[in-house]
């Protein structure tokens, strides 16, 4: 337990469907994340939130649309997304301070596309 | 953030020390090394981070070479839990909160 929860775990969700994932973290921390792995490929970072502002998007196509209401809580909204967008979905968050802060991440939400 | 290099992949017999190596020859004076690891199908796990001083938690030990330019990662008795791929990350805090993640280093405990 990472203190960081993801749902869903899994999700199997059509070309033309909207769906979101979802991510709280119960470690009061500043800042989170989304990242992406494909099937053999690194982490990549998608975006990042501090203080509830968006502070980094690596050039993620507008299918994704992220959301963060407060600094517990994030989403990552879907709509109309592409098989190659079947992914491991990694929800992560840290205390956003500068002395050397780690990084927790939750377990992952799959997600295939069909 | 300095950029790192780890062998792709290492295999250990269960119980004997692993060594994880990492090379990070442009790390600048205030970039610190980070390790995590990721077992298949999971968020990647923090295992250990330090500057400049050997650092030692209860998962791991962290060497860091007088020149900082390498450092290893040590489990002392390896487990068959323990296979995963391991990552070493430098950066600075004053960068922002930005985490990327290479390729690692695939560790196999073999029994």
């Known amino acids: 337990e990472t203190g960081v929860t993801q749902t869903p775990r899994h999700l199997v969700m059509g070309m033309t469907n909207k769906k979101s994932l979802k991510c709280e973290q119960h470690?009061?921390?500043?800042?989170m994340y989304w990242y992406k792995q494909s099937a053999k490929k690194p982490l990549e970072l998608m975006f990042v939130?501090?203080?509830?502002?968006?502070?980094e998007n690596n050039s993620v196509p507008s299918r994704f649309s992220p959301e963060c209401p407060n600094s517990s809580h994030l989403f990552l909204h879907l709509h109309t997304l592409q098989p190659e967008d079947s992914a491991l979905y990694l929800c992560?968050?840290?205390?956003?301070?500068?002395?050397?802060?780690?990084?927790?991440f939750g377990e992952g939400s799959w997600l295939t596309v069909v | 953030d300095a950029k790192t290099t780890q062998p792709p992949s290492m295999d250990c017999a269960e119980g004997r020390a692993a060594n994880l190596p990492c090379n990070h020859s442009?790390?600048?004076?205030?970039?610190?090394v980070y390790w995590y690891r990721q077992i298949h199908s999971q968020g990647p796990q923090y295992i250990i981070h330090?500057?400049?001083n050997n650092e030692t938690n209860e998962m791991a030990s962290l060497i860091i070479t007088e020149d900082r330019k390498s450092s290893t990662l040590i489990l002392p008795h390896a487990t068959l839990r323990d296979t995963a791929v391991y990552y070493c990350?430098?950066?600075?805090?004053?960068?922002?909160?930005?985490?990327?993640f290479g390729t690692g280093t695939s560790l196999t405990v073999i029994p």
């Open positions: 992560a968050s840290s205390p956003d301070d500068i002395s050397g802060n780690t990084i927790y």
């Open positions: 470690l009061g921390h500043n800042a």
């Open positions: 939130y501090s203080l509830e502002e968006r502070v």
């Open positions: 442009t790390i600048s004076g205030n970039e610190y």
């Open positions: 330090g500057l400049k």
């Open positions: 990350i430098v950066k600075s805090p004053y960068t922002g909160n930005q985490f990327y």
